[in-house]
Nanobody, 124 residues
Framework: QVQLVESGGGLVQAGGSLTLSCAVSGRAVSGLPMAWFRQAPGKEREFVGRITWNGGSTYSADSVKGRFMINKDNAKNTLWMQMRNLNPEDTGVYYC?????????????????WGQGTQVTVSS
């Protein structure tokens, strides 16, 4: 059973930075397709970015491209997301997710394992 635990959220001013982490147990991240999603109040959960099973490629939503970077730390069995130049529209609960499918894409339905989420609040 894969378990995911996010951390690193908090309150930050617009223009600031945060780094989220997702500690993984039950499977090695080195072979696991993983992603970050977020959900703002009153909105549906949306794709933020993902990394392929071997860590060779990353994909980001247009809204965060150039500002957010995803990587894996195989030694720590952890997924990271570095976020910079944050703005109030980035506010929401951020979730990491993992898939048992080799090429899951960006849909929430393709990810079976989810963390509990971590709150990110960006003030203007």
């Amino acid at each position: 059973q894969v378990q995911l635990v996010e951390s690193g959220g908090g309150l930050v001013q617009a223009g600031g930075s945060l780094t989220l982490s997702c500690a993984v147990s039950g499977r090695a991240v080195s072979g696991l397709p993983m992603a970050w999603f977020r959900q703002a109040p009153g909105k549906e959960r949306e794709f933020v970015g993902r990394i392929t099973w071997n860590g060779g490629s990353t994909y980001s939503a247009d809204s965060v491209k150039g500002r957010f970077m995803i990587n894996k730390d195989n030694a720590k069995n952890t997924l990271w997301m570095q976020m910079r130049n944050l703005n109030p529209e980035d506010t929401g609960v951020y979730y990491c997710a993992a898939s048992g499918t080799l090429f899951p894409g960006s849909s929430t339905t393709k990810y079976e394992y989810w963390g509990q989420g971590t709150q990110v609040t960006v003030s203007s």
